[in-house]
């Protein structure tokens, strides 16, 4: 592998507190130099990035890669070529796939074939219960030694408050969270979209915030009770926000994920009957936006994760109410994400942090969501004002299933680079190939 240099870039890393123009070196897959770079004396690969923002490479907490078991929606091939092409580096896969997560067996099929056929870093998550049934606990001690970073029983919640709490007990001694899917079923049990003024327009019945709070609170008491750590995963009411703050303020080990989705789409994305739009939780409210955002800056919600959740046409081109809920999102995040930095709701460094040193500190691994020297090779480089139309017939994914189709965004990625490898590189970017000495300024 030659030594790859990335000149003239505006290199932003909040693991360090860097925020300059300068260049980054990579030798052998890992960062070796940041500022001002020479060449070495050997061949060079060159990506000129003036004018586009050099970070680590993202990190999403919560993606669904579907295999096995889901194969027509997506693959792990597909979907981390997906996630190259949205700059995210590492991903972690949620576990309701078919088998489920739950097994030694299942865990070491999917690092197999990530290793095998993914273009990116997959981190799989287990499940927590059996089967995902919410009756009986895994083996956790199994699910880690076999190199799970999490557990969840995403797309179901853990209903049973005992179960929860054992698991969270358990969980402390191999230092492993719990990311959990906050649903109490009884006040969500048929619900299609937001319940309010829209739903009551479309004649859909709706999901009330309170299905997501009462659960929210239950799993930050119950970590408070276990000393655990809980995870909530794709925050989406003011509501919630408020419980995780008084819980962070309380000293309780829980952090939070917001979706790009739910940052920037309200529930008037229905209208129409907009299957793409359905998606758990639902879209919520503009109320909902702005205490998400306001969250997002206090450092009460830690992380944006996509929930990229890829369908087949069947799954969307039918009848809302009988179609798939979740949105294909591994592309367009970036692009729907800095309309928040464009608007001046959040800042950009900000926005960076959120998504490569902040959940690089919830899973506890130094090795990613920073550009220090001998730190692995990650990094995405990104051109914050090209504009760009989504076509999802170009998407990577199989989840063509995404209500911003057709839509212009202001933010592109520009390339990936993964362990030191060039994973995606949009067509405007070129790579140049320099013979120089050593000490030799490259211009």
């Known amino acids: 592998m030659k ?91 949620m576990p309701n796939t078919e088998p489920p997560i739950d097994t030694k067996a299942t865990v070491e099929f999917i690092i197999r074939k990530a290793a095998s056929e993914g273009a990116v870093r997959v981190l799989p998550i287990g499940c927590v219960t059996k089967g995902r049934r919410g009756e009986e606990m895994v083996h956790i001690g199994e699910l880690a030694k076999a190199g799970v970073v999490a557990l ?124 793409n739009a359905k998606m758990y939780p639902p879209l919520r409210t503009e109320a909902d936006i702005e205490a998400l955002v306001i969250g997002l800056n206090e450092g009460v919600i830690d992380a944006i994760a996509t929930d990229h959740a890829p369908h087949t046409d069947a799954d969307k081109l039918c009848d809302f109410n009988v179609a798939a809920f979740g949105i294909s999102v591994l592309e367009t995040a970036l692009g729907s994400l800095l309309t928040l930095v464009h608007s001046g709701k959040i800042d950009l460094v900000t926005l960076i942090s959120k998504l490569t040193s902040e959940p690089a500190n919830i899973l506890q691994n130094s090795e990613i969501g920073t550009l220090k020297a001998g730190a692995c090779a990650d990094v995405t480089i990104f051109d914050p004002e090209a504009e760009w139309v989504v076509d999802p017939a170009a998407f990577a994914s199989k989840g063509k299933n995404t209500p911003l189709a057709g839509q212009l965004l202001k933010g592109k990625v520009m390339a990936t680079i993964y362990r030191g490898g060039v994973m995606y590189k949009d067509d405007s970017m070129k790579v140049e190939i320099v013979y120089h000495q050593a000490g030799a300024r490259i211009e």
């Open 3 to 93: 030594p790859l240099l990335i000149l003239g870039g505006r290199i932003i890393d909040p693991s360090q507190g860097i925020d300059m123009v300068g260049d980054l070196i990579i030798t052998e897959g890992r960062i070796t130099q940041i500022g001002r770079a020479s060449s070495p004396d050997e061949p060079c690969s060159v990506l000129h990035a003036d004018g586009m923002i050099v970070s680590p490479g993202f990190i999403d907490l919560h993606c669904h890669l579907r295999e096995p078991g889901f194969e027509e929606k997506e693959t792990i091939a597909t979907g981390t070529r997906a996630a190259a092409s949205g700059g995210f580096t590492t991903i972690c896969c």
């Open 152 to 275: 969840s029983d995403d797309g179901n919640p853990v209903s049973n408050a005992q179960v929860m709490r054992q698991a969270l007990e358990h969980s402390r001694h191999f230092n492993l969270f719990l990311s959990d899917h906050c649903e109490d079923t009884s006040l969500s049990a048929g619900g299609l979209m937001n319940d309010g003024s829209v739903s009551a327009r479309l004649g859909l019945t709706g999901i009330p915030a309170a299905a997501e709070e009462v659960m929210v609170a239950r799993d930050i008491d119950l970590a408070e009770m276990t000393g655990g750590r809980v995870h909530i995963a794709h925050a989406s009411t003011a509501g919630s926000v408020d419980l995780i703050r008084r819980g962070k303020e309380k000293g309780i080990a829980v952090t939070a994920e917001v979706t790009p989705h739910h940052l920037t789409m309200t529930e008037e994305r229905v209208m129409g009957y907009d299957t």
